[in-house]
């Protein structure tokens, strides 16, 4: 019967368009989905929680009273706050008075017990002697229970109802905030658990109650009708005529009898009643009502309001439950006895309890009576003890119970309610004993109905109801006339005077909230106006009511005689509000920040002259920031302008356009109608409040003669002038019936706004969460406007740039670092290919947010919202201006079905992440730094981290806005209340007079954050700061001895000028002037002093009234520059480093033949190779080979990002443009080369990589020593130029990409034929077919997709102009040696070559390459390696430089160790052979070496595998102890070349170990240690380098890794699109599997599926082939090989064993190849072995731990050399050895010039995915990538070696030592 939408939490305004939209989405009735009701009725509740800002019940107040023409409205809050319901209109309404329908509303069993009806019953509803209602409860009838239409709900998180475990609730129960934030939920604090409802009950068939289209129809009515919160405060009530129904006489006669009653025995105790009318001056609303009589605290008492009717409601705030049921258990109490507070906190509980027999006895009968009839239904009743109930006036005797009804009894929760209703209501506590006695004795006594009090009101669902017992109420009738009642029992013993007493402090509640109207108001009579001395009087009351009834109620008086007349109205209205400030100027920045916090307008009143002038600063503040300010400025009569009068100066028009309407009034006279002077204030208001264009101030300049006080008689210096006036002024009819409302004299409305017909908003929208989108966000006024635009960018995907003021900038959806991570180059908005950029609130603070926004001019939108038609548009870039609310732009959102994302975009997200990480190390110091010092920045971020939830937050403009918004802290727990800043137009006089201003409207604590220099403009705002009213103003100064915002300008560089003219230096002791002002001071020198002091302040135990916090920063000007650039550049360093951890380049790193047998080739400077458009470095593969072979030239050949095999995580829009970009390309390069260790490189590059290649020598010239570009463009010089190159790059891009996005067969093939069919290749096809046929082989392998990234991403349009730094001339000068080529059948780059040629200096060498044209590298590739080898010889000589560490050195050993390691498996291992393993355990081994001072470490594995090695873990561990024991006493030396695994270092181990023969895990681990360290030793790029080079392998910067099916677990898909099956068992069953896991695979990873199998010897010859043959065809075409395909037979030899092979190959065609594995490992073979076998042997799978590294790379030498792929194979080791085995397999790869091995290059080290947990840091699997289309699993080579490192430097750390440190303790553990 609950529909709730798994949406997060939306806005209020946004909730309600869902539910609108969900219910139009029911077409027909679901009654699958509704709750069948007794009656035959359905009910059906949508509902979808909201976010809104608390308190809870303001919240739901202020939407209640939203909805004052929806009835019936009602409302239910329990006692703590933790369940509140309000609701609008009926769904259905439930009135018992005809005799067929029940007391209560009855639920269906299966009701959601969300469904619930709100309403009660009359007093004498049990009462069979009853009358009719009366005629003021006729609206209520017998009982009154609403389903509401539409309900806002809020529950606590915990569910709490506010009792406790034993039924009870203490009496120091909480109080529920209404405007002050006392709790969770607070002012500025989201509200938790809060929840928007539409509820339907129909009927399937029949006339009652609706059909389901007609109760949808009124549904969808209902939520249209919705209205939002009320912005404009309510006007507060006063009481004009109170009056007792019974006087005090009468009602003790009353008591009188019943005393009587009582000694007669016809009674023994009864409750009588008064009734006290309050007439109310204007008529208010029911919720508007009962919010003034909670006050700012609902304390300990129930809500409850049911209006039936308009005008007509009952309000209850009662401290009494009835009863509570939750299904069969049952709560209920005994209230009764009544003291005033006074006397409890005179006395104490224990003695006010015994000090009452009277009391005492009252309580007790209560108490009696309650037991009786619970025994009806509970035979276990826990009564708890008596105490003291707390209320506001008054205490109570209190006594709580809990039952649990008897089971199988039929006790339903519906019983049980109705029992308590019928049996229980009325209780003696409000009635009598004995019960109809006590009726009849109270309708005699009562001439008045009492109605619902003291009647049971509250809530009823299906499994529950709380209701209470309706005291302390009121009838609201007409909307102004209250009737107030509260009762009193009477007991033998009562005092009649005392009981009349009593009740009043009952109802004090409500007669002290409405106060009577005050003397000398004028009130809504004709006679209180008339009776006014004076015309000036009269006028002034007239504009200070209709302000008042306008909501503007707020008033700053600037004392002053002129303003006479408009100070007394407004001290004399008793609905005001206001402040006396001694100065106009800071009085009329208090009314700004005022307005601000009120969202509202405030008005100031200041007298004549100069005064006026003074408030021109705040009234410029207000217009530019658009804050409602009315500014009431007194005025001597207009014929003493220009005459030399006494404070007379021209006021009309002084504000100039700073106004937004001003109006010059005319002294006082009856010619001036009164009705004109209402809507005078009525279109004043509409200006300021922006109903008529932008709100901000506005001017009523009001001429006034003597006599100025509110005096009649004669006029003041005017002899025989009196003050009389004609009371047929006012006496007209329209004032008559201004007089009998509460209402303005005229309203301005404001239209809806619609924008469903604006086109770019459809093409905003269209880009939705595809398209990079950011939303600048500044100045936001209220909390619904924070979640509003948060709520917006969400579905539009879009990034926020918060500014300071939004209130977003700390918010988890934003990208809270922004403007420091603007710091970087790589995040230019060009670079990104922003598409819209839409622009909210108010204008940003930060600089590079505003330069970003400019700088993304070439985005296809820039849309600026503002709320009216105005421009803001500093920079000129807008592309439209669209004027509209955030609301009404939020409307469309919705409207156009957009549903909002999880989180804001990663891209920006991750980067907003570590930016954070690195701000906090920087500001937060190190409890290791001796000089720890109080900075700027850590000031702003300590106040955004420590500052309370529920304090708002003001900041001044200069330097604190600017580090709060560079630095402030993201926090899930910020308030949701925007912080305020003058920054309309950004002074810095008035900050704290505004700050006071704030902070009184606000009514919370607040802070504010403040420069010195702005502190000394307004240090008359301190007197504002003191006294028993002063508001909780916590002010952050930040004294830095001067103006240090200018230390940033270019002024700062000119010594001469800068001080004193622009630092402003001074001297002034803040503790003497806070001292002065009697305001408390707090001085901070250090980080500690001020972190306590602050939070102290935050506290809510801190010292109430205003404190100022002075923080001494230590930095000097200077120094506080350098250290926000020091922020800057790290963060753009983090940056760099976090875009760059998502761009993998794939390469290959060849050594020249020339050192392949030297020890110096570890840094002998390469020849960076780099491809072009759609090529890969294989593209490259014959210039490497004769560079390498017949030039002895080392080259390092690299995939750039979207080509080959290099990986971009760009998976969403922001990476797919932020991560392809030229600069980001650059970054990678330098980043590889660096992590190379290859200092610097001559760089190659064709086209695209050429292009690549002069962005490197521009960005990096120091680390180039030359470049060659090959048919490069150096730039495009003019913009048309090159907005005409990204037009055609960006079409190209989408052909690509919707190639990308189809299946169809062949389209990318038609693209390539096409693209290399233009004239840039002169006719290649035709030319040389067999160059295009080679060309194309390779091109159809590029991903279209990743292709049209590159193409937009590194577009030469984006490229900057690079030919200054390859044009030769005097002003110009290239930075490195240039060659250029093209070649010679290429007619555009020959004109770019001649345009070089013609700048030719010595350093640019231009030449061209016969008859080829643009595919110079694929046409004439010997050419192109003659020019590679020509530079490289004039550059770099004929000898190779040597290394910083020649690898021919030796290290000692100087510390040995082991440490145990044990994994869980993520679940046991069930191998070939062996029972399952749980765990993996081994051993870590750590070496130390020393050379040259250095100690460098190594860290290796040993590890056996059960049953696979021979050696068992101890056996292992036994013999590495032995080792180490000795190495650790004799510190051997160990040549680094041993590294170069060509047979040294099996020698030297056999030196150095005892003549032992070393276990295979043993050497394994051994080996590991010694390469790792020498390898850091070495300064190599990775530990593989030196074996690469001596064995003629290439290293490999990535590795393609094989998953692992075992054969008993399920064929799945697990990311891989290599995978390896174990089979071995039935042939056929295998075969099955395999052609199942061939579909499954083929459909995933489509061309790049392959398949291998391992047997394990299992197999006979004939069941080897068996499987084979019955492989699919698609399997078979997938296979790599089948290892170890038949069973050893050590009998028979090697050659029967290879002669097996050959017969089952010959048996099967041929039709797969085979792999060696264990019979090569285990010795059974040798290499000749499978040299001499006839079969075909594809691959050899070589296990490192058991053959040791050195041999591992023998046998991988032998594979390259035969024509078979070298497989690396682990068995199930830590991510240590996995990382060992990646590099290895990395650095044994052959040459990518021989031919290509149809055998895929995956290696089998899979066995991670086998690990729950992982000694490598980060764990191997975290290594692993899949994000490359079509790669599978791939590791990169490099971060293998950088957790190695990571790993051992925290292995080091646990020992006390850091990495390059000696261990704390040598020797063997």
């Known amino acids: 019967s609950v529909r709730s939408s798994e949406l997060q939490a939306l806005p209020l305004e946004v909730a309600t368009r869902y539910l609108i939209r969900e219910l139009q989405r029911l077409d027909a009735a679901p009654a699958h989905l509704a709750a069948d009701q007794p009656d035959g009725s359905c009910i059906l509740r949508l509902e979808l929680p909201f976010a809104a800002q608390g308190p809870q019940v303001k919240l739901l107040l202020d939407w209640l009273a939203a909805q004052h023409g929806m009835l019936p409205r009602a409302m239910f809050a329990t006692r703590d706050g933790s369940a509140i319901i309000a609701g609008a209109g009926a769904a259905h309404v439930h009135s018992p008075s005809s005799s067929e329908r029940g007391l209560l509303p009855q639920l269906g069993s299966a009701t959601h017990p969300k469904i619930c009806y709100i309403g009660g019953a009359r007093f004498d509803s049990s009462d069979p002697e009853a009358g009719a209602p009366s005629e003021e409860w006729e609206s209520f009838g017998q009982g009154y229970w609403v389903l509401p239409r539409v309900e806002l709900s809020y529950s606590s998180q915990s569910g709490a109802t506010g009792t406790n475990s034993n039924g009870s609730e203490a009496s120091s129960c909480p109080s529920t905030p209404l405007d002050a934030p006392l709790q969770s939920g607070g002012l500025g604090q989201l509200v938790q658990g809060t929840v928007l409802a539409v509820q339907l009950r129909w009927r399937q068939s029949g006339e009652r109650p609706h059909s389901w289209a007609e109760e949808k129809s009124r549904a969808l009515q209902a939520l249209h009708r919705l209205q939002p919160c009320a912005s404009v405060p309510s006007r507060m009530g006063v009481s004009s005529r109170r009056r007792d129904t019974v006087s005090r006489e009468d009602f003790e006669a009353r008591v009188k009898d019943a005393l009587a009653a009582f000694a007669e025995g016809s009674l023994t105790k009864v409750v009588l009643a008064r009734r006290i009318l309050l007439e109310l001056a204007w008529p208010m609303d029911a919720v508007d009502i009962l919010r003034q009589v909670v006050g700012s605290v609902h304390k300990r008492h129930y809500l409850f309001l049911l209006e039936p009717v308009q005008g007509t409601a009952f309000l209850s705030l009662t401290p009494e439950r009835l009863c509570k049921v939750q299904g069969r258990d049952v709560w209920t109490e005994a209230v009764a006895g009544t003291w005033p507070i006074a006397e409890f906190e005179k006395i104490g509980e224990a003695a006010l309890l015994a000090s009452s027999a009277k009391h005492s006895s009252e309580h007790q009968l209560v108490v009696d009576y309650i037991c009786r009839l619970l025994d009806d239904v509970s035979s276990f009743v826990k009564v708890c003890d008596t105490h003291i109930l707390k209320l506001k006036h008054l205490v109570h005797i209190k006594q709580s119970y809990h039952a649990i009804a008897e089971e199988g009894q039929g006790f339903s929760p519906f019983d049980l309610s109705t029992f308590f209703c019928k049996r229980m209501s009325p209780t003696p506590a409000v009635c009598g004993l004995p019960l109809n006695a006590s009726r009849r004795f109270i309708r005699s006594a009562e001439p008045w109905d009492r109605g619902f009090y003291a009647a049971p009101c509250g809530v009823i669902s299906a499994r529950s109801s709380e209701l209470t017992v309706a005291l302390r109420s009121a009838l609201v009738r007409e909307g102004k006339l209250l009737h107030v009642f509260a009762g009193a029992g009477i007991v033998p013993g009562s005092d009649p005077a005392e009981e009349f007493a009593e009740i009043s402090l009952k109802m004090r509640q409500f007669t002290d909230t409405f106060t009577d109207v005050p003397e000398g108001f004028a009130s809504g009579t004709m006679d209180s106006l008339t009776s006014l001395p004076n015309l000036n009087t009269l006028w002034a009351c007239l504009i200070v009511e209709e302000l008042v009834r306008l909501g503007v109620s707020k008033f700053v008086v600037c004392p002053g005689s002129r303003s006479t007349p408009l100070v007394v109205a407004v001290a004399r209205h008793p609905c005001t509000k206001y402040v006396v400030n001694h100065d106009e100027r800071a009085g009329g920045f208090y009314a700004l920040g005022w307005a601000k916090a009120v969202g509202s307008a405030v008005a100031v009143i200041v007298t004549s002259g100069t005064a006026v002038a003074n408030l021109l600063p705040a009234a410029v503040e207000a217009a530019q920031s658009q804050v409602p300010v009315l500014l009431l400025t007194a005025d001597r009569p207009a014929e003493l302008r220009d005459t030399g009068a006494n404070q007379t100066i021209h006021q009309p028009g002084i504000f100039g356009v700073y106004a937004r309407w001003s109006k010059d009034f005319p002294c006082p006279s009856t010619e001036y109608p009164p009705a004109a002077i209402l809507g005078d204030m009525d279109l004043a208001v509409a200006h300021a409040s922006g109903h008529l264009g932008r709100p901000g101030p506005v001017h009523l300049n009001f001429c006034f003669r003597e006599n100025l006080a509110p005096d009649g008689g004669a006029v003041r210096g005017a002899p025989g002038r009196t003050a009389d006036w004609d009371n047929a002024y006012v006496e007209t009819p329209d004032m008559h019936h201004w007089l009998k409302t509460a209402s303005p004299r005229s309203t301005y409305l404001t239209t809806t706004q619609s924008l469903t017909h604006f086109p770019v908003l459809e093409e905003l929208l269209g880009m939705a969460q595809k398209g990079r989108i950011v939303i600048l966000v500044g100045t936001l006024r209220t909390a619904d406007e924070v979640l509003l635009v948060e709520d917006m960018s969400l579905r539009l995907g879009a990034a926020v740039f918060a500014d300071i003021t939004s209130g977003l900038r700390q918010r988890p959806n934003v990208i809270n670092f922004s403007d420091q991570l603007l710091n970087s180059p790589l995040l230019a908005p060009e670079l990104l290919q922003i598409d819209a950029v839409l622009h909210l609130g108010g204008a940003m603070c930060s600089a590079r947010h505003n330069a970003f926004s400019k700088a993304a001019g070439g985005a296809r939108l820039h849309i600026r919202v503002a709320p009216a038609p105005i421009r803001m548009d500093q920079d000129h870039v807008a592309t439209h201006h669209l004027p509209c609310s955030l609301s009404a732009l939020s409307a469309a959102i919705i409207e156009a079905g957009l549903e909002p994302s999880s989180e804001p975009p990663q891209f920006w997200k991750r980067l907003s992440n570590a930016a954070g990480r690195v701000i906090e190390r920087k500001l937060m110091a190190s409890e290791e730094a001796l000089d720890v010092r109080l900075t700027e920045p850590f000031i702003a971020q300590t106040v955004s981290r420590l500052i309370a939830p529920h304090s708002w937050l003001q900041i001044s403009s200069s330097m604190p806005i600017r580090d709060l918004d560079f630095f402030s802290r993201p926090s899930q727990e910020a308030s949701l209340q925007p912080p305020a800043a003058n920054r309309g137009a950004s002074g810095i006089d008035g900050v704290i007079s505004t700050a006071a201003g704030f902070c009184r409207g606000a009514n919370a604590p607040s802070t504010l954050i403040i420069g010195d220099v702005a502190s000394l403009q307004d240090l008359n705002a301190l007197q504002q700061l003191t006294g028993p009213d002063a508001p909780p103003l916590t002010i952050v100064l930040v004294n830095n001895g001067g103006g240090g915002i200018f230390s940033f300008l270019p002024i700062a560089q000119h010594k001469d000028v800068m001080s004193p003219f622009f630092n402003e230096p001074h001297t002034t002791d803040f503790t003497s002037v806070c001292a002065a002002f009697g305001v408390p001071h707090i001085l901070?020198?250090?980080?500690?002093?001020?972190?306590?002091?602050?939070?102290?302040?935050?506290?809510?135990?801190?010292?109430?009234?205003?404190?100022?916090?002075?923080?001494?920063?230590?930095?000097?000007?200077?120094?506080?520059?350098?250290?926000?650039?020091?922020?800057?550049?790290?963060?753009?360093?983090?940056?760099?480093?976090?875009?760059?951890?998502?761009?993998?380049?794939?390469?290959?790193?060849?050594?020249?033949?020339?050192?392949?047998?030297?020890?110096?080739?570890?840094?002998?400077?390469?020849?960076?190779?780099?491809?072009?458009?759609?090529?890969?470095?294989?593209?490259?593969?014959?210039?490497?080979?004769?560079?390498?072979?017949?030039?002895?030239?080392?080259?390092?050949?690299?995939?750039?990002?979207?080509?080959?095999?290099?990986?971009?995580?760009?998976?969403?829009?922001?990476?797919?443009?932020?991560?392809?970009?030229?600069?980001?390309?650059?970054?990678?390069?330098?980043?590889?080369?660096?992590?190379?260790?290859?200092?610097?490189?001559?760089?190659?590059?064709?086209?695209?990589?050429?292009?690549?290649?002069?962005?490197?020598?521009?960005?990096?010239?120091?680390?180039?020593?030359?470049?060659?570009?090959?048919?490069?463009?150096?730039?495009?010089?003019?913009?048309?130029?090159?907005?005409?190159?990204?037009?055609?790059?960006?079409?190209?891009?989408?052909?690509?990409?919707?190639?990308?996005?189809?299946?169809?067969?062949?389209?990318?093939?038609?693209?390539?034929?096409?693209?290399?069919?233009?004239?840039?290749?002169?006719?290649?096809?035709?030319?040389?077919?067999?160059?295009?046929?080679?060309?194309?082989?390779?091109?159809?392998?590029?991903?279209?997709?990743?292709?049209?990234?590159?193409?937009?991403?590194?577009?030469?349009?984006?490229?900057?102009?690079?030919?200054?730094?390859?044009?030769?001339?005097?002003?110009?000068?290239?930075?490195?040696?240039?060659?250029?080529?093209?070649?010679?059948?290429?007619?555009?780059?020959?004109?770019?070559?001649?345009?070089?040629?013609?700048l030719s200096g010595q350093e640019i060498h231009v030449s061209s390459i016969p008859l080829v044209a643009h595919a110079l590298v694929e046409e004439s590739p010997s050419q192109v390696a003659d020019l590679c080898a020509k530079v490289a010889q004039q550059l770099l000589g004929e000898t190779p430089q040597l290394p910083k560490v020649p690898i021919s050195s030796e290290l000692q050993i100087s510390a040995v160790w082991s440490e145990p390691i044990k994994l869980m498996l993520k679940a046991p291992l069930l191998l070939s052979r062996g029972a399952p393993m749980p765990e993996r355990c081994g051993l870590l081994v750590i070496l130390q070496v020393r050379q040259d001072g250095h100690v460098f470490s190594g860290l290796g594995e040993v590890n056996p595998l059960p049953l696979f090695h021979k050696e068992t873990l101890a056996e292992a561990e036994e013999q590495l102890h032995a080792v180490l024991s000795s190495w650790t006493a004799s510190t051997p030396k160990v040549p680094a070349a041993v590294a170069r695994l060509d047979g040294s270092m099996s020698s030297w181990l056999n030196q150095n170990c005892s003549g032992q023969r070393l276990l295979p895990s043993v050497r394994a681990g051994l080996e590991m240690a010694l390469l790792h360290a020498i390898g850091r030793a070495s300064g190599s790029g990775h530990l593989g380098v030196a074996a690469a080079a001596a064995r003629s392998f290439s290293s490999y910067g990535t590795l393609g890794l094989n998953s692992l099916v075992a054969r008993e677990e399920d064929l799945g898909c697990d990311g891989a699109t290599v995978v390896k099956l174990k089979v071995g068992k039935d042939p056929l069953q295998d075969a099955e599997r395999s052609n199942y896991l061939a579909e499954v695979l083929k459909s995933r990873a489509g061309p790049h599926a392959r398949l291998r199998f391992d047997a394990n010897q299992a197999w006979t010859l004939d069941e080897a082939a068996v499987f084979i043959s019955n492989l699919s065809d698609a399997a078979t075409a997938m296979t790599d090989y089948l290892e170890e395909p038949v069973r050893w037979h050590p009998e028979e030899g090697a050659e029967q064993f290879m002669a097996d092979w050959q017969v089952l190959s010959e048996r099967t065609q041929r039709k797969i190849a085979f792999a060696a594995d264990e019979s090569l490992t285990e010795g059974a073979v040798k290499c000749a072995h499978l040299a001499e076998c006839k079969a075909p042997i594809a691959a050899l799978v070589l296990k490192p731990s058991l053959q040791g590294i050195e041999q591992t790379a023998e046998f991988a030498a032998w594979a390259s050399q035969h024509g078979a792929r070298p497989v690396l194979s682990s068995a199930f080791e830590s991510g240590v050895a996995l990382c060992h085995f990646a590099i290895l397999a990395a650095s044994t790869a052959p040459t990518p010039w021989l031919s290509e091995s149809s055998v895929s290059d995956c290696h089998g080290l899979g066995t991670f995915t086998r690990l729950a947990e992982d000694v490598l840091q980060p764990p191997f699997a975290d290594l692993v990538s899949t994000g490359q289309i079509g790669r599978g699993w791939q590791v990169n080579v490099l971060k293998c070696q950088e957790a190695l490192d990571k790993t051992l430097g925290a292995l080091l750390s646990s020992r006390g030592s850091a990495d390059g440190e000696p261990a704390k303790a040598n020797g063997w553990f």
Not at 1179 to 1194: A, P
């Open 1084 to 1398: 901070c020198r250090t980080p500690e002093e001020f972190e306590a002091a602050y939070l102290l302040r935050q506290s809510r135990g801190s010292t109430p009234g205003a404190c100022v916090i002075e923080a001494q920063p230590s930095l000097s000007f200077e120094e506080n520059v350098a250290f926000h650039k020091e922020i800057g550049q790290a963060v753009a360093q983090c940056a760099r480093q976090e875009l760059l951890s998502q761009v993998k380049l794939s390469w290959i790193h060849t050594v020249g033949s020339s050192l392949r047998s030297s020890t110096e080739a570890a840094s002998e400077p390469v020849l960076v190779l780099l491809h072009g458009w759609l090529g890969e470095k294989a593209d490259w593969n014959e210039v490497s080979r004769r560079l390498v072979e017949e030039h002895g030239r080392s080259v390092l050949s690299v995939d750039l990002p979207g080509h080959g095999a290099s990986q971009v995580s760009a998976d969403a829009c922001w990476e797919q443009s932020g991560l392809f970009s030229l600069p980001i390309t650059v970054e990678a390069l330098a980043d590889l080369l660096e992590k190379l260790h290859i200092p610097k490189a001559i760089f190659v590059g064709y086209s695209l990589g050429g292009r690549v290649a002069m962005a490197f020598a521009d960005r990096f010239p120091d680390r180039c020593l030359g470049m060659i570009a090959l048919s490069a463009n150096p730039g495009l010089q003019r913009a048309g130029e090159r907005h005409e190159r990204w037009q055609q790059d960006s079409q190209l891009a989408a052909k690509l990409q919707a190639i990308a996005d189809t299946t169809a067969i062949g389209g990318f093939e038609a693209f390539l034929e096409k693209w290399y069919s233009v004239p840039l290749w002169s006719g290649l096809k035709e030319r040389r077919p067999d160059v295009y046929e080679n060309m194309l082989r390779k091109r159809r392998r590029a991903s279209p997709q990743l292709a049209s990234r590159a193409l937009t991403g590194m577009s030469l349009a984006l490229q900057p102009d690079l030919w200054p730094r390859t044009a030769s001339s005097s002003s110009s000068k290239p930075r490195c040696p240039f060659w250029y080529a093209y070649g010679e059948l290429d007619s555009k780059f020959s004109k770019i070559g001649a345009e070089l040629s013609a």
